[in-house]
């Protein structure tokens, strides 16, 4: 039985950047996403004062997760919305469930 894996990147847009083009570009990112394999779902938030972003992806296997990571780095689907972040500042983290879902 495979366990999923979460995949929580939190950024902040390069200066400039017109949110609406971002959200279009991410749009994109999430087609991008449902196609590759193991993908399970995928959220964007931002903070309540609107300086940073949290994208929350759920993935079937850490392989997976480290696969469609790889892959993203050569898309041309996810290209756009990459050049429209501020790299240096971002944070990726990968982790499994410890406890199961509350809802």
Same mark, same amino acid.
């Given at each position: 039985?495979?366990?999923?894996?979460? $995949?929580? &990147?939190?950024? #902040?847009?390069?200066?400039?950047?017109d949110? =609406?083009?971002? @959200? !279009?570009?991410?749009?994109?990112?999430?087609?991008?996403?449902?196609?590759?394999?193991?993908?399970?779902?995928?959220?964007?938030?931002?903070?309540?004062?609107?300086?940073?972003?949290? $994208?929350? &992806?759920?993935? #079937?296997?850490?392989?997976?997760?480290?696969? =469609?990571?790889? @892959? !993203?780095e050569?898309?041309?689907?996810?290209?756009?919305?990459?050049?429209?972040?501020?790299?240096?500042?971002?944070?990726?983290?990968?982790?499994?469930?410890?406890?199961?879902?509350?809802?």
């Open positions: 039985m495979s366990k999923k894996i979460l $995949e929580l &990147v939190v950024f #902040e847009l390069l200066a400039g950047v949110e =609406a083009s971002f @959200l !279009a570009n991410a749009e994109a990112v999430s087609e991008w996403a449902r196609a590759q394999s193991g993908f399970i779902s995928r959220d964007l938030s931002r903070s309540e004062d609107g300086g940073r972003w949290i $994208e929350v &992806v759920w993935w #079937e296997t850490p392989e997976d997760a480290q696969r =469609a990571a790889r @892959l !993203a050569s898309s041309e689907e996810c290209a756009p919305m990459f050049a429209q972040i501020d790299v240096s500042r971002a944070t990726m983290i990968h982790g499994v469930p410890a406890l199961s879902h509350a809802a």
